[in-house]
């Protein structure tokens, strides 16, 4: 488990294959919230040690799909914490009507953790429905695929070029060119990453790759430059 300060964790899970071909990279956040009840976002596949580190915190009584893509974990473990409630991206279920689903996020949701965790969907996005979140005790942004920064070792030449063009690889990364090519209302998108951007967060939680414990905020900035500065 890698802290992000005081109740707040990811985990790394296995490798998943996209297109059963592009090794992809997994994780999750765990927050304990106040309560003591543990929240998961993005699942990864569970496994008998993720599962012990995750019983060590607290109860999970949340289990949260940040957008209609990162679905892989949801089942597996409500299926082990039957209790816990299915907390999704808007779009999750037209992608996945077999998965329960509790509530979908939208802006006006309440959640039993408000106060401690923000949360905003990103809007104007032909195809990404992915919901941004703010843990605020440890002052951490948490995205899942609105940037990458894919780790360039090991990684087949092929699968590397491919990241180079759409601009995730390295410490660096971005915003991937394919999300940026396909916004359906620039505007709304713009007022979402402004709202992202007024949040007070010092760490970057991604799904995929190189996080940023303290000093985020110019990173983050900069990522966000080729909608923010027009
Ligand atoms: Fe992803």
Not at 72 to 99: C, E, N
Not at 148 to 174: D, I
């Amino acid at each position: 488990m890698q802290s992000f300060g005081e109740n707040i964790w990811t985990i790394d899970g296995d490798d998943v294959r996209m297109f059963k071909l592009l090794p992809f990279t997994t994780r999750m956040t765990v927050v304990r919230l106040q309560s003591g009840a543990v929240w998961i976002l993005s699942p990864v596949q569970p496994s008998p040690e993720r599962q012990r580190a995750v019983d060590r915190l607290g109860p999970v009584e949340h289990l949260v799909a940040p957008n209609k893509i990162h679905s892989l974990g949801i089942k597996p473990w409500k299926a082990l914490y039957p209790s816990a409630r299915v907390w999704t991206s808007p779009a999750f279920s037209q992608r996945h009507p077999d998965i329960a689903v509790d509530a979908a996020l939208s802006n006006d949701v309440e959640t039993p953790w408000s106060g401690e965790i923000d949360h905003c969907v990103i809007a104007g996005h032909a195809v990404l429905d992915e919901v941004a979140f703010l843990h605020r005790p440890s002052g951490t942004l948490i995205l899942t695929d609105l940037i990458q920064k894919h780790e360039a070792a090991g990684a087949p030449l092929v699968w590397r070029g491919v990241k180079q063009l759409v601009g995730v690889l390295g410490r660096e990364g971005g915003v991937p060119r394919d999300i940026r090519l396909s916004i359906r209302d620039r505007a709304a998108m713009r007022r979402s990453i402004d709202t992202i951007l007024s949040w007070d967060f010092d760490n970057l939680i991604i799904a995929h790759g190189h996080c940023v414990k303290g000093g985020a905020r110019e990173d983050v900035g900069r990522a966000f430059n080729w909608i923010t500065s027009v």
